[in-house]
């Protein structure tokens, strides 16, 4: 029936323009021309999809913001496709109409990813939620985009086997690959771009393409998995990822050590790493935010200073090792304070605290909001970047409490300001921008982890130069009537 719908209706297409050039500069012809065929693509969903097309307002509100502080938008309607098939068909519909299409995981992205700015249809892959297949022997899964990164871990236990990317939020597999994620685990073991071996993908014109293979190496061809990954949903829709997987270590330890300064904390760090000790978390807590912790977890307790939270993995000697080695490092740098656990619910309540950073940071103002960035630096530069970073702050007059995943530089900033009071926005905006730029003349970059969305997009032609042109050339290549997400990363025309 699809089929014959599109066929029959092309013919009556009057969409002569491609939809970037509606989006700016609309006539209020084509601006009504717009309106009338995001109506026509939705009475087609509700054909293919019944009740899985929504259009009603709360689900709509739901899917038009994330967890940061973006300005919101409304869809259209939001899809709830259970397979694959089912995406394509909503591809080729939005295709025909040239309607916008934003990938929608569960929301937990913070730079505006999954608002969608020019309205069109929300696709919501919860529904796509299985774990296809689990490869012990091989240490690899085939999981649909909807799995969650703690799902997928519950159905590993006892395998023995663990996925090791952990943000923090309990992000879908889909999202973390589409915005290219990482957290507390990358010192050890990578990203998802190390950690995602093969996807099966919806183009934009509904056609169902698959990259890579199980295989642990190739030299076939252009890396195309590669990408997708952290493509933010601006070139198809991803239905299928496969992982790696790593064993769950014989022993786990972890601790928090506090220091006198974040420079002491930070130098401590970059000693650890370039001796080469392999800790699996090294994430770093400024005074402002242990304070924030404290608030938010009233039986933390911690001392309001600079704290490392720390966590080693493996046989039982080599973590003693390990341990070992961090102590004399941390002792050169008047490390004190050393608090251990080794019981599974004590690492789970130190490692739920350290996720739930966020919240404990808002608790330091209450009735604020917060502008969210992240940058990432050579790790030699990180001390100094972080120094320069607390004087912005302290400029600026502003909270601004600091963590960040410091195995490997990259830091997170939460710039509080009163939503009621315009001159703190603008203030906070200028924080971030001034961070940000700080970052890349340390010859870094704008997002370690979070992504570009809209939020980091005025960076981009900084940091990348003649490059940025390659990648809106990619963009049009793939999705040539800039329906995929449009105004993300790229602006294309």
């Known amino acids: 029936m699809l089929k014959a719908l599109v066929k029959n209706q092309r013919a009556e ?9 509606r989006i700016f500069g ?7 021309m717009t309106k009338d065929n995001a109506v026509l693509a939705t009475s087609a969903l509700k054909d293919l999809l019944g009740e ?11 899917h038009g913001r994330d967890e940061a502080y973006c300005t919101p938008a409304l869809p259209d309607a939001v899809a709830f496709p259970e397979n694959t098939e089912e995406v394509a068909q909503i591809m080729k519909i939005c295709s025909h109409y040239q309607v916008p ?3 929608f995981g569960i929301g937990t992205s913070l730079e505006g990813h999954i608002i969608p700015i020019h309205g069109g249809i929300s696709v919501d892959t919860s529904r796509m939620n299985k774990v296809v297949k689990i490869h ?9 985009p909807g799995v ?39 010192v050890r073991y990578g990203t998802m771009r190390e950690n995602v071996m093969a996807l ?40 299928e990822i496969t992982v790696r997987l790593f064993g769950q270590p014989e022993a786990i330890l972890a601790a928090t050590c506090a220091f006198e300064t974040v420079d002491d904390a930070v130098n401590s760090v970059i000693m650890a790493i370039q001796m080469g000790l392999p800790m699996a978390r090294i994430e770093l807590l400024d005074e402002m935010q242990m304070k924030g912790m404290n608030i938010f977890n009233p039986d933390l307790s911690l001392p309001e200073k600079p704290h490392l939270f720390l966590e080693f993995h493996g046989s039982e000697a080599s973590v003693k090792e390990q341990v070992e080695s961090f102590q004399g490092v941390g002792e050169e740098f008047g490390v004190s304070g050393f608090e251990w656990a080794t019981k599974a619910e004590d690492r789970n309540r130190l490692w739920n605290a350290r996720h739930n950073a966020y919240y404990a940071g808002k608790s330091l103002r209450q009735g604020c909001e917060g502008v969210v960035t992240d940058c990432c630096v050579p790790i030699s530069a990180l001390a100094e970047c972080i120094s320069r970073t607390k004087e912005l702050i302290e400029q600026s007059g502003l909270i601004a409490p600091v963590v960040g995943h410091v195995g490997d530089g990259n830091f997170h900033l939460l710039i509080l300001f009163d939503p009621t009071d315009s001159n703190e926005l603008v203030r906070a905006k200028s924080l971030a921008s001034d961070v940000n730029r700080v970052a890349l003349s340390f010859g870094g970059t704008v997002t370690g982890e979070h992504g570009v969305g809209t939020g980091k997009k005025k960076y981009m032609l900084e940091e990348h130069g003649d490059a940025y042109s390659l990648m809106a050339t990619l963009k049009r290549s793939i999705d040539p009537d800039n329906i995929m997400n449009p105004g993300k990363i790229v602006e294309v025309n």
Do not use: C
């Not at 297409?13 to 050039?21: A, E, F, I, L, N």
């Not at 012990?136 to 649909?144: C, G, I, K």
């Open 13 to 21: 297409r009057t969409t002569p323009r491609s939809w970037v050039s």
């Open 26 to 32: 609309q006539t209020e012809e084509e601006s009504e």
């Open 52 to 62: 899985r097309l929504s259009t009603g307002e709360s689900i709509r509100e739901i």
């Open 101 to 103: 299409v934003v990938p």
């Open 136 to 144: 012990e022997s091989d240490l690899d899964a085939v999981v649909q």
């Open 148 to 186: 969650s990164r703690t799902q997928l871990n519950d159905e590993l236990r006892a395998t023995g086997l663990m996925f090791t990317v952990d943000p923090g939020a309990d992000a879908t597999i889909g999202g973390m690959t589409a915005t290219r994620a990482s957290g507390t685990n990358t």
């Open 200 to 239: 099966e993908v919806v183009l934009p014109d509904g056609t169902i393409i698959r990259t890579g293979s199980r295989a642990r190496k190739s030299s076939a061809g252009y890396d195309l998995t590669h990408l997708f990954v952290g493509s933010e949903g601006t070139l198809g829709i991803i239905t």
